[in-house]
């Protein structure tokens, strides 16, 4: 089954140019105050929640997601570099764009948004918003430097079979090293049902999707900030199935997350040079 929404920008792709800037992110020091206080699925209200007090550490006795090593760092001139991140043209400003999305009878109530990174089947990796509302995942492509919405896919919680999240891994045959970190993985069908071309096709849709926590929060002054903590999106999650009637029919637990790829010359280059990613690349920004 898929998600039954779809939405896809026809815009070209964006280069324009910027003077560097500097920029002082307060995005995420206060919470939403318009968020309804009568809201059954607050994040503040969770069990062991620390949303408020803001954490990278999981909020749950579960394994936390995250690289705790210290192997993973993002420095201060990588962390201005990112659209996203900017006070004038970041995740605040792309808030009031996305809420517009919600339709409340049919989404129910508004949970959250996070700021993560999506992990396809060819594992590539590219910069996402996930916001949860009561009965639904939207995972959202966000132009920062326009400030624009150019896409977005709507995963009904009813159509949802399964949910692991665990330490990422490649198969033993493969030569693409390894992770230093883990993820979450959606599944709204049976991956034994795909064939090798729908696996294999770019074009195909795959019914999963794979997310981790933004390299933002491996920056030091970013460390606590739950927007883009992925241990946060799984514990809120969590406890949203834990409140809806569909959430006792989805199989929810802990165990690695497989990426299937074997020798991908392609998604390294694609990776290490950050183009899933919206940044000033010394004034030529995509």
């Known amino acids: 089954m898929e998600p039954n929404v779809h939405f896809n920008s026809n815009s070209s792709e964006t280069k324009i140019q910027m003077e560097p800037k500097t920029f002082e992110n307060k995005a995420f020091e206060h ?35 995250n690289c705790t090593s210290g ?23 792309a808030e009031l764009e996305i809420k517009k999305l919600i339709l409340l009878e049919k989404d129910g109530q508004f949970i959250g ?27 959202i492509s966000f132009d920062f430097i326009k400030s624009k919405l150019t896409g977005y896919k709507r995963i009904a919680i009813g159509d949802l079979k399964k949910i692991k999240f ?12 390894e992770y230093k ?11 034994e049902n795909l064939s ?14 794979i997310f981790t926590s933004h390299h933002i929060l491996y920056n030091e002054k970013e460390q606590e900030t739950s927007i883009y903590n992925c241990d946060e999106f799984i514990a809120s999650l969590e406890f949203v199935l834990s409140k809806i009637p569909e959430g006792s029919n989805i199989e929810f637990k802990e165990e690695p997350v497989e990426i299937e790829s074997y020798a991908s010359l392609t998604s ?4 290490q040079n ?3 990613f919206q940044l000033d690349r010394n004034g030529i920004n995509f």
Request: charged residues 25%.
């Open 31 to 65: 919470e939403d105050e318009s968020l309804d206080k009568t809201n059954p699925f607050r994040r503040e209200d969770r069990p062991g929640s620390m949303y408020s007090v803001r954490t990278n550490a999981s909020t749950t006795s579960r394994s936390s997601v």
């Open 71 to 93: 192997a993973i760092r993002c420095p201060n001139m990588r962390l201005k570099q990112f659209f996203s991140y900017s006070s004038e043209t970041g995740f605040q400003k």
């Open 113 to 139: 948004n996070w700021l993560l990174i999506e992990i396809s089947n060819w594992d590539f990796h590219r910069e996402k918003i996930v916001m949860l509302v009561e009965k639904a995942i939207y995972v």
């Open 166 to 177: 665990g330490l990422l891994k490649y198969p033993k045959s493969s030569f693409m090293g």
């Open 181 to 191: 970190y883990g993820a979450i993985k959606l599944s709204w069908d049976n991956e």
């Open 196 to 209: 090798f071309f729908q696996k294999w096709n770019p074009l195909s849709d795959i019914p999963f999707t």
């Open 268 to 271: 390294v280059l694609y990776n």
């Open 274 to 276: 950050w183009l899933g």
